[in-house]
């Protein structure tokens, strides 16, 4: 029989043929169905073996389609017997010209079936090295250098290609593969020549462990990594994907995805092949020519990246003859998130299921969501389907269903490792499970949804921000075509958000709008804060929308200050409205030139700031600038807009406090001379810190007379439990901390009550204090503890607590660090110089002498040089995280030690004391219903404060009703997320795990933020759970609970 008239009755039959019918006979027998023979073909172990086993069984089926050479709509047919024959003619030949199974040849041949029976012909005999045909010159120089490729296959009479030059400049030899030019030519026939490389080998094939490809990862986010595969590797991906879409002998894909990826090679072609069925080879896609060839061959399923699904969707109206005439069985999709319209759209145009999968190029398919009807699952890509998958946080702990993480894989179908090694720092496999840098969930029965990548998250000021969530609820906008949103640089928030988006009708939405929508559906710290509608969105060869170098390629790397801003620059008359606001916005952010594009946040911008900003506006403009409309309008012309319509329509006013303590802001203090650091033994790794109780309670205004009781009792128990410490701060003139005047009183207090527990002030304000008087103060309490004090100095941060000594506040960090020096001397029984009564200098030694020879030191720190300064001291930190995450914190602790170091102090023996809100119980249902609403409490009159510091300052800083709730609520969401020890003792004990890892050593539990007495002393019992469980290294046998 020739092969057109093969080809013709291949098309009949087909046509004649219901894939209703396979369908229906898959929904019938499910996945059981498939282990009974559905997909019934023997698993392989290399590719050699697979087209054998075919062409002996089936040797006159057909294998490889692909639409004709020359116009018309022709298209030759290559059975399975000729395809074997055809691809082991390749592999000899390589062993005749001195190519062996392990050397590399590049094969840069474009789409089709020639590259198709390339890739089987090249892999039987040697490692087969795809490589995108449109490359630069650049890029082949690295990648055949990197590949030290033996030989490169080139498409005969291309004499001027890049790749060409490439190999020619490196003396890399070159073949070339003819492919024969007549339409009626056999897909996939070709001649390979080329000249002797070597002396000839032995015609022996690959076996089973033996490289059989090596393809590119994309590169997207670094280097490109090169991706070793075996025979087994591929083979067994290529069965996984067949069984998970229980391909038939009668199954026939309509590959239009590139070969030098696995999702052409392995997904498209190998799959087809490894059950027995046939696949068309297409020069690529085109949306004219997608549905030509889908009237023409009749396909039963095609495969691709969502933006090909796109492209189908949209082209399918001008197209419904050739909808008419195919019935595809399923479509299948992976390489990124596909957008729930144009799924809907696929199986509307096409009534046949979509396909949902999660795979990379390391194991090729991971997930699938199953065929049967009612079986997939929206929202998730399925299913395990080829390895073994499991989630794990960043300690590498095996996570419960439900949790999210870093997904990790293991199995036959995962590579070994990367060519050459792991980079630098990296550590792809540990235990035998592959990272794959894939954040998700798995679901109780096994179904996973994909959640970002560890290197995509947005990190805005501590809030981990998944940008596919950002990129689903714009392209829920009727108006918007493609979406991706990415991280830009921020000078105090580290990263911010911001999206490119590409519409479906130039002009029908503006970036405001689209905000304002986000805005409906995202926290305000998601939303972009900057939206670029954009004519495209640049992509991956494989068709995957770029997210990594979207802030370089639209000009948004740099950090915001450092570049120019948009739009016209605002006029210069003093005043408009537009100038007084521009002198405010320079006021806030340091910014001497501001322009109509401006953005608030892009600029240095955070919510302390925007605070501050509305007030500023209250008082100049008298009109009520709502908090949440800066979030959401974030540029100078549009707040600006706002200004002018409010004025037109003036409210009533609303003074509320404002929000949460800035971090210090000052230069670097000059370094003080030596001062004692805490007592330390060296260490060189991180163990789990110490525990200790921190006090800092909002309800200094209550009249009760058992104001102390939990400070007391708490501190017993912590005494009888072996915690480090007990620290107390100093306040004044605020209900918030108020209780806490002078921590060398209520120090006294606890040294009569406890034994072992060491008593610490957490910040003796020094520029309010004589250092004489804080020297013997502090030495009474030693000699009541027996020699158990320590001492954190600051400088002060609210001016009007300077009410007691107002000449300090312009220069309070010098004058704590020469407090410190002084506080030292009189501790070693040193004499100082001080004025007397008349002016006269005198001697001056303080009584009584303390226990200790030396006074623990510590700093109380937020900014960064702070922390470097303490270091340098080699005193020891206490800091908070309530405006800080640990990413941010990490970053500080280095810092500290570097300081150290600097000045010959031991790096790891300096401590570190971080303050984290702190309440457990069993139940976290419990914990959250006991938390929120004094937590609630506590903020709003930690507001007060905040106001109060600000006014003083004399600068008004009122927040409307909505605006304080609105900075509540934020603040609790991180403390439920990070920020605080809040929850269970397994859900906290990650938490203490994350913070030993950075180097914190000690952890001061804040426990009176306003939660009932009883409640307290309960959950104290929790957090000793968490102090012991927290000393000893996690079992293997341990589950989170």
């Not at 095996?398 to 590579?415: D, K, S, T």
């Not at 100095?793 to 000594?805: E, I, K, Q, R, T």
């Not at 009703?961 to 020890?981: C, I, P, V, Y």
């Amino acid at each position: 029989m020739s092969l057109r008239r093969e080809r013709e009755e291949w098309v009949e039959i087909m046509s004649m043929s219901d894939p209703s019918e396979s369908a229906r006979d898959f929904s019938r027998a499910g996945s059981a169905g498939l282990a009974a023979g559905i997909f019934n073909s023997p698993l392989a172990s290399s590719l050699s073996e697979l087209l054998a086993a075919h062409a002996r069984q089936t040797p006159d089926a057909v294998a490889l389609a692909a639409p004709g050479r020359s116009p018309g709509p022709t298209g030759a047919l290559l059975s399975y017997r000729q395809l074997a024959s055809d691809v082991g003619e390749v592999a000899r030949t390589l062993k005749e010209i001195g190519v062996g199974r392990r050397d590399r040849v590049a094969v840069v041949l474009p789409n089709g079936p020639t590259m198709a029976a390339a890739f089987l012909g090249v892999s039987m005999g040697a490692i087969c090295a795809p490589l995108n045909p449109a490359y630069r010159r650049s890029e082949f120089d690295f990648y055949f250098s990197d590949l030290g490729a033996r030989a490169v296959i080139l498409p005969a009479g291309d004499a001027d290609s890049e790749a060409r030059a490439a190999a020619a400049a490196r003396g890399i030899p070159i073949l070339e593969a003819s492919a024969a030019s007549d339409a009626d030519a056999q897909a996939g026939r070709f001649l390979l020549t080329g000249d002797r490389v070597a002396p000839p080998l032995l015609p022996e094939l690959s076996g089973p462990e033996d490289v059989a490809l090596i393809l590119y990862t994309s590169g997207m986010t670094s280097r490109p990594k090169a991706v070793p595969l075996s025979h087994r590797a591929i083979c067994m991906s290529a069965h996984n994907i067949a069984l998970a879409l229980g391909l038939m002998p009668r199954d026939r894909c309509l590959n239009v995805m590139p070969l030098f990826h696995a999702h052409g090679l392995i997904i498209a072609i190998l799959s087809s092949l490894t059950a027995g069925g046939s696949v068309v080879c297409s020069p690529g896609f085109s949306v004219d020519e997608f549905f030509a060839w889908l009237a023409e061959f009749r396909p039963t399923w095609y495969t691709a990246a969502p933006t090909i699904h796109h492209a189908v969707v949209e082209g399918a109206a001008g197209h419904r003859d050739p909808l008419r005439q195919v019935r595809l069985r399923f479509i299948r999709s992976s390489a990124a998130f596909l957008p729930p319209a144009v799924k809907a759209g696929l199986e509307r145009e096409f009534t046949a299921p979509v396909i949902e999968a999660y795979g990379m190029t390391e194991c090729t398919q991971i997930m699938s969501n199953p065929l049967e009807e009612g079986q997939r699952r929206a929202g998730t890509v399925g299913v395990a389907a080829g390895p073994s998958v499991a989630i794990q946080d960043e300690a590498g702990k095996r996570l419960p269903p439900g949790q999210a993480g870093e997904i990790v894989i293991r199995g036959p179908a995962v590579m070994l490792g990367y060519d050459g090694g792991p980079a630098p720092g990296e550590n792809p496999v540990v235990d035998g499970w592959f990272r794959t840098g894939d954040l998700g969930v798995l679901s109780p029965d096994g179904y996973l949804s994909l959640t970002g990548r560890l290197k995509d998250i947005i990190n805005c000021g501590g809030e981990k921000i998944a940008p596919t969530e950002v990129d689903e609820v714009l392209m829920d906008h009727p108006a918007v075509f493609q979406a991706v949103a990415f991280g830009v640089p921020h000078p105090s928030l580290g990263e911010d958000v911001a999206a490119a988006v590409v519409l479906r009708a130039p002009g029908s939405i503006t970036g405001k709008q689209l905000r304002d929508f986000a805005a409906t559906r995202l926290a305000h710290y998601k939303v972009p804060r900057e939206i670029l509608i954009v004519p495209e969105i640049p992509k991956s060869p494989t068709g995957k929308l770029r997210r990594a170098g979207l802030a370089e390629a639209f000009g948004l790397s740099t950090p915001p200050g450092a570049r120019s801003d948009r739009g016209a620059p605002v006029p210069s008359r003093a005043d408009t409205i537009e100038q007084q606001l521009a002198k405010i916005w320079s006021d806030l952010l340091g910014v001497d030139r501001i322009e109509a594009g401006a953005n608030f946040f892009r600029l240095g911008g955070d919510s302390i700031l925007a605070s501050r900003l509305v007030a500023r506006v209250r008082k100049e403009f008298q009109v009520e600038l709502p908090l949440r409309v800066l979030f959401e309008t974030p540029t100078f012309a549009e707040i600006s807009s706002v200004i002018e319509n409010e004025k037109r329509q003036p409210r009533p006013l609303v003074s509320m406090p404002v929000a949460g303590p800035a971090r210090p802001r000052a230069a670097a203090p000059e370094p003080a001379p030596r001062v004692q650091s805490p007592t330390a033994a060296p260490e060189t790794t991180n163990p789990s810190p110490a525990f200790s109780l921190f006090f800092f309670s909002s309800d200094g205004s209550t009249t009760s007379g058992e104001k102390y009781r939990l400070v007391l009792e708490a501190a017993q128990f912590a005494d009888r439990h072996g915690y480090a410490a007990i620290w107390t701060p100093e306040r004044h003139f605020h209900a918030f901390g108020g209780l806490y005047p002078n921590p060398a009183v209520l120090g006294a207090a606890i040294a009569a009550v406890t034994n072992r527990i060491q008593i610490r002030a957490a910040s003796v304000v020094l520029p309010l204090q004589n250092p004489i008087r804080v020297a013997e103060e502090w030495a009474v309490v030693d000699n009541l503890s027996r020699g158990r004090v320590g001492v954190s100095f600051a400088s002060g941060w609210h001016v009007n607590d300077f009410s007691l000594w107002p000449s300090h506040y312009a220069d309070r960090r010098t004058v704590m660090l020469d407090g410190a020096r002084t506080v030292c001397d009189l501790w070693e029984g040193k004499s100082i110089m001080a004025p007397n009564g008349l002016g006269n200098e005198v001697a001056v030694k303080t009584f009584p002498r303390p226990i200790q020879s030396s006074l623990p030191i510590w700093f109380s720190c937020q900014s960064d040089a702070m922390f470097r300064t303490a270091g340098e001291l080699g005193a020891g930190v206490i800091t908070s995280m309530f405006l800080m995450s640990v990413e941010e914190l990490a970053g500080k602790i280095a810092i500290y030690r570097e300081g150290r170091a600097a000045r010959g102090h031991e790096p790891h023996a300096g401590r570190v004391a971080v303050s984290l809100h702190t309440y457990l119980a069993e139940d976290p249902a419990a914990v959250r219903e006991k938390v929120s609403g004094a937590y609630l409490d506590y903020l709003l009159v930690n507001l007060g404060l905040q106001a109060a510091r600000v006014r003083g300052s004399g600068e008004e800083f009122d927040l409307a009703d909505a605006d304080k709730e609105f900075l509540t609520r934020q603040a609790s969401q991180r403390l439920f997320s990070e920020r605080g020890l809040v929850g269970t003792v397994a859900s906290c004990r990650e938490k203490v795990a994350a913070l030993a890892a950075i180097g914190v050593n000690e952890i001061a539990c804040l426990i009176d933020f306003g939660i009932d007495f009883d409640s307290v002393m309960a959950s104290l019992y929790q957090l000793n759970k968490l102090k012991e469980l927290s000393s000893r290294p996690v079992e293997a046998s341990e589950v989170t609970r």
